[in-house]
């Protein structure tokens, strides 16, 4: 008995050390000034997802490969601004399957969105599409989407 009321008082002072450290911390974590946190941009990436078709009058090269791109087309009067970009090598039999991803934030206050698909070799260009294919926004689909090339002479 004569060791357990002091092996009894010793735990009761560092149990109460213990719970006293947090308080401690919290107090002067509270009285500090704080200036607020920056807002954190959080966003979830979004996909289109479809297929390109497409004819050529000679065998696929090997090096070619299919150029996807989601455009905002809402200005008239300006060149269309590239919101996303996929690229695919090498490229398979038609129809070939694509995911485009693209980050919503970079649709900005467009309101007409279009998918641009180039079939090419290098610089060389050896399909296209000539049809507009209209996506998202207020005259588009959200997917998916089929894409036919047209080959060019």
């Not at 065998?59 to 996807?68: E, G, H, K, V």
């Not at 290098?122 to 005259?139: F, H, M, P």
């Not at 997917?143 to 090339?149: A, F, H, I, N």
């Amino acid at each position: 008995m004569r060791f357990r009321l002091p092996l009894l008082a010793v735990a009761l002072v560092a149990m109460s050390g213990c719970s006293w450290l947090p308080h401690h911390h919290a107090a002067q974590r509270d009285a500090a000034p704080s200036t607020p946190a920056p807002p954190v941009h959080q966003s979830l990436m979004k996909s289109m997802v479809g297929d390109v078709r497409y004819e050529l009058p000679q065998a696929l090269p090997a090096d070619a490969y299919l150029l996807i791109t989601l455009a905002d087309v809402s200005k008239q009067d300006a060149p269309a601004r590239t919101v996303a970009e996929e690229r695919i090598q090498p490229v398979g039999a038609s129809p070939v399957d694509f995911l485009l991803a693209y980050d919503p934030a970079d649709l900005r206050d467009g309101v007409d969105f279009a998918i641009n698909v180039r079939l090419q070799q290098g610089d060389k260009l050896l399909a296209i599409n000539d049809a507009r294919v209209s996506v998202l926004g207020r005259s588009g689909e959200n997917g998916p989407v089929s894409v036919v090339l047209k080959a060019v002479p």
